[in-house]
């Protein structure tokens, strides 16, 4: 009886232990910094802000249309300092992967349709950073933002000009499609700059930009896959593997 007790014990040990080292953590969505706008020329087509972190370092965010000539093209419209909360309900923007909507008024918004190149310059590169959208396209007139850069949609669902949670759809070619699309988007790899072209025309969809934090703060973490595993666990386990295997000898004999 001794012997089987302590054998199960070793059993129930080494078990745990492979589970320990095996169990994948759980993701955890983390809080990102949206840009400031602080000012906007609409009839020049262009728009800047910063983004502040914890840590009071800054990023600033510049962006610029530009027409098929090269000319200056327009925006629609921006909110630097107040106006109507477009980003609410904040639930479009929120995930397993983003904490937080934007958090405040702050948006610039646009028509598209007329061939031009829209840009977002960054400071300084960002790994995975987001775009928040709101109203791209209507129900009934579908709206592409045509990327330069690959990317995933992370979130989405009924915003301010209502929606649904599949009125977004990612298409071949780093194309975003949407009919009354809200939510969050995020591109994959590190970046500053981003450009995009919005061949349907549609009166009138709006975005903001957001980051975790910079790489001079956070540089990219190693690749676990390269990691070699722990000698001293693989020992370990091999060590509770063998006193079993006495133990379940001795109980046989």
């Known amino acids: 009886m001794r012997a089987t007790s302590i054998a199960k014990s070793l059993a129930c040990v080494v078990v745990t232990g492979v589970g320990m080292l095996i169990a994948p953590s759980n993701a955890s969505a983390v809080l990102y910094h949206y840009v400031d706008w602080q000012t906007a020329d609409v009839a020049g087509g ?5 983004i502040t972190l914890p840590d009071m370092s800054t990023v600033t965010v510049g962006f610029e249309a530009i027409n098929p000539d090269g000319s200056p093209g ?3 419209f921006a909110q630097t300092n107040g106006g109507t909360n477009y980003w609410n309900p904040s639930t479009p923007y929120i995930s397993t992967q983003v904490d937080n909507a934007p958090p405040d008024t702050d948006i610039v918004a646009l028509i598209g349709g007329v061939n031009q190149t829209y840009r977002v310059t960054l400071s300084e590169a960002i790994k995975d950073p987001i775009m928040a959208i709101v109203s791209l396209g209507r129900t009934t007139l579908p709206t592409t933002y045509d990327f330069d850069s690959p990317f995933t949609i992370v979130s989405q669902g009924a915003g301010f000009w209502g929606g649904s949670a599949t009125a977004l759809q990612q298409q071949p070619g780093d194309i975003l499609l949407g009919n009354e699309g809200h939510g969050t988007i995020q591109f994959i790899g590190t970046f500053n700059t981003f450009t995009w072209e919005v061949p349907t025309p549609e009166q009138w969809h709006g975005f903001t930009f957001g980051i975790r934090t910079t790489l001079a ?5 190693v690749d676990p896959s390269t990691v070699p595993e722990p000698i001293t666990a693989g020992l370990s386990l091999v060590g509770l593997g063998t006193l079993g295997m006495a133990t379940r000898r001795r109980r046989t004999a």
């Open 46 to 50: 262009t728009a800047s802000g910063v």
């Open 74 to 76: 327009n925006l629609y």
């Open 217 to 221: 703060i956070e540089p990219d973490p």
